[in-house]
């Protein structure tokens, strides 16, 4: 073991003691080591770490220094922490990657030149001072503020504008997200720690902008569209928005993704278009967006997105090109697709 590697180890070990579940992250890199997944094609085997129920990143994460000694003895590992099981949410401003990558006008106006500079802005705009807390510097000069999770509030993670995002070159990560761990070393850099605090508690205006607003759905809103399809495509599009809005708690990820890539063929066959594939299967996932789910409005439309795109390279040809009954795929699906 070189002293590189020597170093990784005890950053890992370093970041344990704080608290911090970690897992290895491939070296010199910040993606996770390539860990088998959970879907309708490739189900997880249900062996070894994941006899009990599949285990991914997030689950794996640990502050245990056996484990960690173990994991990071076989290779110089780079460092994850998995913010959500590590109480944390961390507030990730970033730099502008090219010239291109430029703020929007109203930012630009106010001075602003990268993420930084965008949450001074808010932080002023919501007449807050800029939080004192424990943060770190990216290797490509951004950073990381670390905070306390909030009590009662099962944070998720922000990118940008999208959802309850705080907006341009802002991201946020706490459940489902992870951060590269100080110490690590990437070919932009190393990842450090500036200001060695405690992570102070989120504080309550940050929560509140950052919360999503609940969103309860008793029954899925029938298709909408009035698209003119077969009547074997517009019985598979009923099909799967039935089975996504059927879809229990625990279980909404893996079957929306399953009914997306379903539709994802038909459009690859040419007897959907992309655009009434999204729109259906968004319409019968807003249930998902409840108060009891983890769910978010980004999260949906990235998963529907993926599943049409993975389904579309499978191409999907109808046997029969008859139109469905009035021109419309509600006439398929009786009285819509109520939960």
């Not at 879907?39 to 960690?68: F, V, Y």
């Not at 106006?109 to 943060?135: N, S």
């Not at 879809?247 to 009914?259: F, I, V």
């Not at 090109?321 to 699906?333: I, K, L, N």
Request: net charge positive.
């Amino acid at each position: 073991m070189d002293a590189t590697h020597r170093q990784l180890l005890a950053a890992a070990l370093a970041a344990a003691e704080r608290g911090w579940h970690v897992f290895p992250i491939q070296p010199g890199l910040k993606k996770p080591p390539a860990l088998h997944g959970d879907t309708a094609r490739k189900p997880c085997p249900r062996t070894g770490l994941c006899r009990d129920g599949h285990q991914g990143w997030e689950q794996r994460a640990t502050t245990d220094p056996d484990r960690i000694r173990a994991a990071w003895t076989r290779a110089p590992y780079n460092i994850g922490v998995a913010t959500g099981p590590s109480g944390l949410v961390v507030i990730d401003l970033d730099h502008p990657k090219s010239a291109k990558d430029t703020p929007p006008p109203g930012l630009a106006a106010q001075g602003v030149r990268d993420g930084l500079g965008h949450f001074a802005a808010i932080c002023t705009e919501q007449g807050q001072p800029f939080p004192r807390t424990c943060w770190g510097l990216t290797a490509r000069g951004g950073m990381h503020l670390f905070f306390a999770a909030p009590t009662g509030v099962r944070l998720r993670n922000t990118e940008g504008e999208h959802g309850t995002g705080l907006g341009w070159k802002i991201d946020t990560r706490a459940w489902g997200g992870y951060i590269v761990a100080p110490g690590s070393i990437t070919p932009d850099g190393m990842y450090e720690l500036a200001v060695d605090l405690p992570p102070v508690p989120l504080p309550a205006w940050l929560t509140a902008l950052l919360t999503p607003k609940p969103v309860v759905h008793t029954t899925a809103p029938p298709p909408r569209t009035s698209t003119r399809l077969a009547a074997y495509t517009a019985a598979a599009v009923c099909g799967e928005c039935q089975r996504v809005a059927d879809a229990p708690a625990g279980e909404h990820s893996k079957t929306l993704y399953s009914a997306a890539g379903n539709l994802g063929q038909h459009v690859g066959g040419g007897s959907l278009d992309w655009a009434t594939a999204f729109e259906e299967l968004l319409a019968a996932a807003r249930h998902m967006l409840t108060a009891d789910c983890d769910c978010t409005d980004y999260e949906l439309r990235r998963t529907i997105t993926n599943g049409l795109r993975a389904g579309a390279k499978r191409p999907r040809i109808p046997p029969t090109t008859t139109p469905a009954r009035h021109g419309d795929v509600t006439s398929q699906c009786g009285n819509g697709t109520a939960a």
